[in-house]
């Protein structure tokens, strides 16, 4: 994620999370509500299979879907995730760069619907998700006591 797009303000710091998938924000399409983000795997998030471990592919998919609720409030809101449910289409390879794509589905007062899927460069397709979530204040290193 760029420290420097509109949704994550420069006084944040660097997500701990953020750091580990190598996140980086690259588009937000508001006519769609569309969010585009770029990961490059880590070797760190593989298993000795040379791909992405499942939960951490669900990590990828999670932060592109939330992502796109954030920027759709104009960086004021967050999703807290009451579930997630995914498809794991192909295996994601150890190096490769994912293109993320998160979408809201539909966003009220007290439920939001969110899809994702992470592609390879040339549009190939390793995951979808879906997720169910509660719109809450979004968090910040000082309110949740965590900053550094």
Not at 20 to 45: I, N, P, Y
Not at 63 to 83: E, I, K, S
Request: aromatic share 8%; hydrophobic share 40%.
């Amino acid at each position: 994620m760029s420290l420097h797009d509109t949704y994550y303000p420069d006084n944040a710091g660097q997500s701990p999370h953020t750091a580990l998938l190598g996140s980086e924000f690259v588009g937000w399409d508001a006519e769609t509500q569309t969010a585009t983000m770029r990961f490059t795997v880590k070797r760190e998030v593989c298993t000795w299979r040379g791909g992405v471990q499942g939960g951490l592919v669900a990590g990828f998919l999670d932060d592109v879907m939330g992502y796109a609720y954030v920027a759709a409030t104009g960086g004021v809101m967050a999703p807290l995730n009451l579930d997630i449910s995914m498809s794991l289409i192909r295996l994601i390879p150890e190096g490769a760069t994912i293109i993320g794509k998160g979408r809201v589905v539909k966003a009220g007062q007290r439920v939001i619907f969110l899809e994702g899927e992470l592609l390879a460069e040339d549009g190939t397709i390793y995951a979808r998700s879906t997720s169910t979530a509660i719109p809450t204040p979004r968090p910040t290193p000082e309110t949740t006591g965590l900053q550094r």
